[in-house]
């Protein structure tokens, strides 16, 4: 099988630290902010009813989802500084008429009906599988093609993705 487009990256940190910046902790900040909305409301509506202790509890909810949600990013980029959990080897993502993703001796294959989203970063972009699964590319990592042309390619052979993509070159020009 031919391949148009090949992808080889080596994972850094700052590609870990965006992702759980922008993804994972986004995420959970909004979950412990709805969390301390609520419990707020509750505790005014405790006070309300002259329930003075449930008030005291539903408040201290109310302050620690504020402070869990505002200190999960420092909390996980000090895990990250502190361990080594990015690997060496480098990943090789080929795109022809089915995706091969090769990280180290294991291959897989994907069908591009499997992506479910794309998300582009500021240092790489991922493919969705699924909610587990993904496909990183890094844009500098082509070693077969360019990132314009690939996600020219990508646009004939997923168009109903991209719609939802926002791809700028640093230029500030949307690409085409």
Same mark, same amino acid.
Request: proline share 2%; aromatic share 12%.
């Given at each position: 099988?031919?391949?148009?487009? !090949?992808?080889?990256? $080596?994972? /850094? #940190?700052?590609?870990?630290?965006?992702?759980?910046?922008?993804?994972?902790?986004?995420?959970?900040?909004?979950?412990?902010?709805?969390?301390?909305? *609520?419990?707020?409301?509750?505790?005014? +509506?405790? %006070?309300?009813? &002259?329930? =003075?202790?449930?008030?005291?509890?539903?408040?201290?909810? +109310?302050?620690?989802?504020?402070?869990?949600?505002?200190?999960?990013?420092?909390?996980? +980029?000090?895990?990250?500084?502190?361990?080594?959990?990015?690997?060496?080897?480098? /990943? @090789? $993502?080929?795109?022809?008429?089915?995706?091969?993703?090769?990280?180290? &001796? @294991?291959?897989?294959?994907?069908?591009?009906?499997? %992506? /479910?989203? @794309?998300? $582009? =970063?500021? /240092?790489?972009?991922?493919?969705? *599988?699924? #909610?587990?699964?993904?496909?990183?590319?890094?844009?500098?990592?082509?070693?077969?093609?360019?990132?314009?042309?690939?996600?020219?390619?990508?646009? !004939?052979?997923?168009?109903?993705?991209?719609?939802?993509?926002?791809?700028? #070159? #640093?230029?500030?020009? +949307? $690409?085409?």
């Amino acid at each position: 099988m031919s391949f148009q487009f !090949e992808n080889q990256y $080596v994972m /850094t #940190k700052e590609m870990l630290r965006e992702y759980i910046s922008r993804v994972i902790c986004r995420g959970l900040m909004k979950h412990c902010i709805w969390f301390s909305g *609520l419990c707020a409301l509750l505790c005014l +509506a405790a %006070i309300r009813f &002259s329930s =003075f202790g449930i008030a005291a509890v539903l408040g201290a909810f +109310a302050v620690m989802g504020i402070s869990a949600g505002l200190s999960l990013p420092f909390l996980t +980029a000090r895990q990250l500084d502190s361990s080594e959990t990015v690997r060496a080897e480098a /990943t @090789v $993502v080929q795109f022809g008429e089915r995706i091969l993703l090769t990280e180290g &001796s @294991v291959r897989s294959w994907y069908d591009y009906s499997e %992506i /479910t989203a @794309v998300q $582009v =970063f500021r /240092t790489f972009s991922v493919l969705r *599988l699924g #909610k587990g699964d993904a496909i990183v590319l890094a844009p500098e990592g082509f070693s077969r093609g360019d990132d314009i042309t690939f996600w020219r390619f990508f646009r !004939e052979k997923r168009p109903d993705l991209w719609a939802k993509i926002d791809v700028r #070159k #640093k230029s500030g020009r +949307a $690409v085409a």
